[in-house]
């Protein structure tokens, strides 16, 4: 299983971006996939999770009306549009494979056996 993320910068606030995590080595098509990040010196962060055919997406309140998860089956891609950005959603983005087909509800990292290595974003003021 390899998770590679792209896309991220540098961005003035109230920017945009979009992130991307190609998948490969499994059936993509058949698990769930979040988005977390990290901010320097703090724990991973739940942001987005979109079920295995797109019907069930859910953001954080830190997020909600900013961001955009969404994924390309076809393509074996995730996606995260970002928009209105603040310098408060400066971190490294990961996205992260479901062991689960379907939504379970609230994130739980125990849910989840793959993460990428990350695509730094950082906003200035």
């Known amino acids: 299983v390899q998770l590679v993320e792209s896309g991220g910068g540098l961005v003035q606030a109230g920017g945009s971006l979009t992130l991307s995590c190609a998948a490969s080595?499994?059936?993509?098509?058949?698990?769930?996939m979040t988005w977390v990040r990290q901010a320097p010196g703090k724990g991973l962060e739940w942001v987005s999770t979109?079920?295995?055919?797109?019907?069930?997406?859910r953001h954080a309140d830190s997020v909600k009306g900013r961001f955009t998860i969404s994924r390309d089956n076809a393509k074996n891609t995730l996606y995260l549009q970002m928009s209105s950005l603040k310098p408060e959603d400066t971190a490294v983005y990961l996205c992260a494979k479901s062991k689960y087909s379907y939504y379970r509800g609230s994130y739980h990292a125990d849910d989840y056996d793959y993460w990428g290595q990350g695509t730094q974003v950082t906003v200035s003021s």
């Open positions: 080595g499994f059936t993509f098509s058949n698990y769930v």
């Open positions: 979109i079920s295995s055919s797109s019907n069930t997406k």
